[in-house]
């Protein structure tokens, strides 16, 4: 349906753009909230930011208070073997040590989930500078970063209740405009939905960022399987904390506006967004005592429909439709 005449916040047309109306099912009040999809670049945006969001960020909201994950830490030897490693595979550098350290330990299993992007990202030594923004008071993306010896190292977050340091990781409790750089690699894993204003953000990454540094962002995506199949039962709507769920084109356009050219994206969604949809569809919050996240064991999911679950999940990553994309900002 088209409501009223609205004016969208990345490309600024305003038109009567078509109307969605989503529930809070996160924690199952079924609350309703009004979001219009652009007509123009497809962004999906809530129409009117609520004055009271705090309330929707309880105390067992999931960053608030993360598993803290122990730092796996061998002898001073296997850990710098381990390093050469690293930083053969991802700097080309001390092939003949690290050809020698191959028979000594595994690489990090880390290592093949994070390396590919940070190679994208151009990461050239273990003395870059790394800040998460929106982490919540735990970061696991810094957390991995130090597992393979990186050491500069900081998280940013607003909303958490007060300074912490997590396994040596300092986060801090303020906004990103709030934050002093140079940083060589700024990263927004899943935090950019829940920003006000998109482009006032991501101007303030480029400000922090060294010449040529790099801007990572994962977000929910429109443009997907997952939205055509399930509308508002779209279990990464999250209505109201995700304000925007982007298009490719709205993206894209967001990250010019505050200087950035789009190097390279790739989508990364999993089952989670087939089978919290399909909770959802069937009236069950994500938080549910019978949710398949809380208890598996509880969950009306059988064998067969979470394998389909998952193929779905790789089938529309594969096609370019995944519901979940990872978005590589070059500083222009």
């Known amino acids: 349906m088209t409501g009223d005449l609205y004016r969208c916040r990345i490309c600024h047309v305003a038109d009567k753009h078509a109307i969605y109306l989503p529930r809070e099912m996160m924690f199952g009040t079924?609350?309703?909230?009004?979001?219009?999809?652009?007509?123009?670049?497809?962004?999906?945006?809530?129409?009117?930011?609520?004055?009271d969001i705090a309330r929707f960020y309880p105390s067992n909201y999931y960053s608030m208070n993360p598993q803290e994950q122990?730092?796996?830490?061998?002898?001073?030897?296997?850990?710098?073997?381990?390093?050469?490693?690293?930083?053969?595979?991802?700097?080309?550098?001390?092939?003949?040590?690290?050809k020698l350290a191959s028979y000594i330990v595994d690489m990090p299993y880390q290592l093949n989930v994070i390396g590919p992007w940070l190679k994208k990202c151009q990461i050239q030594s273990f003395k870059a500078r790394f800040l998460d923004v929106g982490c919540?008071?735990?970061?696991?993306?810094?957390?991995?970063?130090?597992?393979?010896?990186?050491?500069?190292?900081?998280?940013v977050d607003p909303y958490i209740e007060k300074n912490?340091?997590?396994?040596?990781?300092?986060?801090?409790?303020?906004?990103i405009d709030q934050t002093a750089g140079p940083f060589d690699l700024v990263s927004l894993h899943h935090s950019l939905e829940h920003i006000p204003n998109q482009t006032d953000a991501l101007k303030a990454v480029n400000n922090i960022l060294t010449p040529g540094g790099f801007c990572l962002v994962r977000i929910p995506l429109v443009s997907s399987l997952v939205w055509e199949q399930y509308g508002t039962d779209w279990v990464e709507l999250d209505a109201p904390r995700h304000f925007y769920l982007h298009s490719l084109k709205s993206i894209k356009l967001a990250g010019?506006?505050?200087?950035?050219?789009?190097?390279?994206?790739?989508?990364?969604?999993?089952?989670?967004?087939?089978?919290?949809?399909?909770?959802?569809?069937?009236?069950?919050?994500?938080?549910s005592d019978t949710s398949f996240m809380r208890n598996p064991a509880l969950s009306n999911f059988t064998y067969r429909e979470m394998t389909d679950f998952r193929a779905r999940a790789e089938s529309a990553n594969k096609e370019g439709r995944g519901g979940r994309g990872c978005f590589f900002f070059q500083k222009s």
């Open 30 to 51: 079924k609350e309703e909230f009004e979001y219009f999809q652009c007509s123009s670049c497809g962004c999906l945006q809530i129409s009117e930011i609520p004055a």
């Open 256 to 287: 010019e506006q505050a200087g950035f050219n789009l190097v390279d994206n790739c989508w990364d969604s999993t089952e989670f967004e087939f089978w919290g949809s399909e909770q959802y569809r069937r009236g069950l919050p994500l938080m």
């Open 136 to 155: 919540g008071s735990a970061s696991g993306w810094l957390h991995t970063l130090k597992q393979l010896g990186f050491k500069n190292l900081l998280g």
């Open 70 to 98: 122990p730092l796996t830490q061998g002898s001073v030897f296997r850990m710098t073997m381990e390093r050469l490693r690293v930083g053969n595979a991802l700097f080309g550098r001390n092939y003949k040590l690290a």
């Open 164 to 175: 912490v340091n997590v396994n040596g990781i300092n986060i801090m409790k303020q906004h």
